[in-house]
């Protein structure tokens, strides 16, 4: 097989953890079948992140035992309110002789876009003119909302309808997909657990890690006061936010003026090897999320066999347990308050290695790996008998 991945959720030098989770899928990419990947950019993207140096326009990646030939075509990023409904097309118009010359080069079987907005637009368009099938693997957390959008709502449906398949990540993704009469298989994101150690659980819970991009979408202020609760209770524990953006700053000032300097750390944005080394280290990540598919830090934590307090807002219900961690109300201090309480109260009956076993069975890379190799061989077996 030979299989095109196009992704502008793709890591670059200028943003290093772009799309990990699409990267790390494809690190189990068998050898005896062929990879190339599209991960486009938006033109001025090094500018933007402050990166001094040009955004390679191909280069050859790592991605496990293999180098996977990347190609970053620059697509125009427009005003995201002003002139959303066009971002798709133009994707298109920039992309397509790229996309044409590789598939016709390398005669690609299949073209497996990840998110539908605006990639899976663009490569409905591609695939119509190149007679290639595609499937979508759908990662949208905010997912009803963008497909509620007038905007652009038609033209997802149609990127979904073409698509010979429809893949979600999670099963709150199929549930939104499914009410607009749109079939999709579940397969989740994984992980390789070969990167991950565990460390036996301390006596008491202190430690606590957040990672995310620092948006207002990941209800980091709601934690930022739970600590402060913390805190006034005489509970004393420590969180270390890693992640950048630019929302760090409002996200400081409300630590200064909770007087939460001592308890809580910024990291900044840390490179993945980093993050598995420092996991074990840690007693409990703490997912306060709005909204996520599904969250792949979350298996990355339970693989290091630390339990999880984690908001209901999609994602995290499905991967969350009793046995694994604690789900909250989100978008409340409170209630995250609370379950670092239950934490606490339930310390003992989380057994770390428990933790990493159950994570690993049904979250390993190689069994996600297999599941798309049986629906890539699935796909075109079904398209070369038509």
């Given at each position: 097989m030979r299989i095109l991945v196009f992704s502008s959720s793709f890591p670059n030098p200028a943003e290093p953890i772009n799309g990990s989770f699409v990267c790390k899928t494809l690190q189990a990419?068998?050898?005896?079948?062929?990879?190339?990947?599209?991960?486009?950019?938006?033109?001025?993207?090094?500018?933007?992140?402050?990166?001094?140096?040009?955004?390679?326009?191909?280069?050859?990646?790592e991605l496990g035992a293999d180098l996977v030939k990347v190609y970053r075509p620059r697509y125009l990023l427009l005003p995201y309110n002003l002139l959303r409904p066009f971002i798709g097309f133009i994707m298109f118009l920039l992309c397509y002789g790229l996309v044409s010359r590789i598939c016709k080069e390398k005669h690609i079987d299949l073209i497996h876009v990840?998110?539908?907005?605006?990639?899976?637009?663009?490569?409905?368009?591609?695939?119509?003119?190149l007679k290639i099938p595609y499937l979508i693997t759908e990662h949208r957390g905010l997912l009803r909302e963008t497909l509620r959008?007038?905007?652009i709502s038609s033209q997802l449906k149609t990127a979904y309808r073409k698509a010979t398949e429809v893949v979600a990540v999670s099963d709150f993704n199929s549930t939104v997909l499914s009410s607009y009469s749109i079939k999709a298989k579940v397969i989740p994101n994984g992980i390789d657990f070969e990167h991950f150690t565990v460390n036996p659980a301390r006596?008491?819970?202190?430690?606590?890690?957040?990672?995310?991009?620092l948006i207002p979408a990941k209800?980091?202020?709601?934690?930022?006061?739970?600590?402060?609760?913390?805190?006034?209770?005489?509970?004393?524990?420590?969180?270390?936010?890693?992640?950048?953006g630019k929302y760090r700053s409002s996200l400081e000032k409300k630590v200064q003026a909770l007087k939460l300097d001592?308890?809580?750390?910024?990291?900044?944005?840390l490179p993945p090897s980093r993050v598995e080394e420092l996991l074990p280290r840690y007693d409990s990540l703490v997912v306060s999320s709005l909204r996520e598919s599904?969250?792949?830090?979350?298996?990355?934590?339970?693989?290091?066999?630390?339990?999880?307090?984690?908001?209901?807002?999609?994602g995290p219900e499905a991967i969350v347990q009793a046995e694994t961690g604690i789900l909250v109300q989100p978008a409340s201090a409170e209630a995250l308050f609370q379950g670092i309480l239950e934490l606490e109260s339930k310390w003992e009956s989380f057994d770390p290695y428990i933790i990493r076993e159950y994570a690993r069975d049904k979250y390993s890379?190689?069994?996600?790996?297999?599941?798309?190799?049986?629906?890539?061989?699935?796909?075109?077996?079904?398209?070369?008998?038509?």
């Open positions: 990419f068998p050898a005896e079948h062929e990879l190339v990947v599209v991960a486009p950019v938006p033109f001025g993207l090094a500018a933007r992140r402050g990166y001094k140096e040009s955004i390679p326009v191909e280069e050859e990646v990840h998110f539908a907005y605006p990639d899976g637009i663009a490569v409905s368009m591609i695939s119509s003119l959008n007038p905007w006596e008491h819970p202190s430690r606590l890690v957040l990672i995310a991009n209800g980091i202020e709601c934690l930022i006061e739970a600590i402060s609760l913390l805190r006034n209770r005489g509970k004393h524990y420590s969180l270390d936010i890693i992640g950048s001592q308890e809580i750390n910024f990291l900044g944005q599904f969250s792949v830090v979350i298996v990355e934590a339970m693989a290091s066999g630390l339990p999880v307090i984690a908001t209901r807002c999609g890379l190689d069994g996600v790996m297999q599941s798309y190799l049986e629906l890539y061989k699935s796909i075109l077996g079904s398209n070369s008998a038509k």
